[in-house]
């Protein structure tokens, strides 16, 4: 069974940059993030596959957060720059045991394991 841990998160201003990251226990084949805002559905952010062969994002964020994994890919974290008050939500890392297809990415019922969350805050 694969455990997450999150830490990062906090208040930022509008323009800022935050790293959230995730700590891996157990075998995690394909990582993402997901994000939800109050009152809205959970939202998916982006992914990538333990071998870190490409990561993939929603075009709410692409270009301004990226995805990235420790050497030894038991750690992945989440870097966000340029953030908008929109970005304000839970932030959810999520991993499979399992490859999960590409085009499953975005779906969170692909992700069986969960972190905690942690509060992001972008204020203007």
């Known amino acids: 069974q694969v455990q997450l841990v999150e830490s990062g998160g906090g208040s930022v201003q509008v323009g800022g940059s935050l790293t959230l990251s995730c700590r891996i226990y157990?075998?995690?084949?394909?990582r993402a993030w997901f994000r939800q805002a109050p009152g809205k559905e959970r939202e998916w952010v982006g992914a990538i596959n333990s071998d870190g062969a490409g990561a993939d994002y929603s075009d709410a964020v692409k270009g301004r957060f990226t995805i990235s994994q420790g050497n030894n890919r038991n750690a992945f974290s989440l870097e966000m720059s340029s953030l908008k008050p929109e970005d304000t939500a839970m932030y959810y890392c999520?991993?499979?045991?399992?490859?999960?297809?590409?085009?499953?990415?975005?779906?969170?019922?692909?992700?069986?394991?969960w972190g905690q969350g942690t509060q992001v805050t972008v204020s203007s």
């Open positions: 157990g075998n995690a084949r394909t």
């Open positions: 999520a991993a499979a045991d399992q490859i999960v297809p590409f085009f499953s990415w975005s779906a969170a019922s692909a992700f069986d394991c």
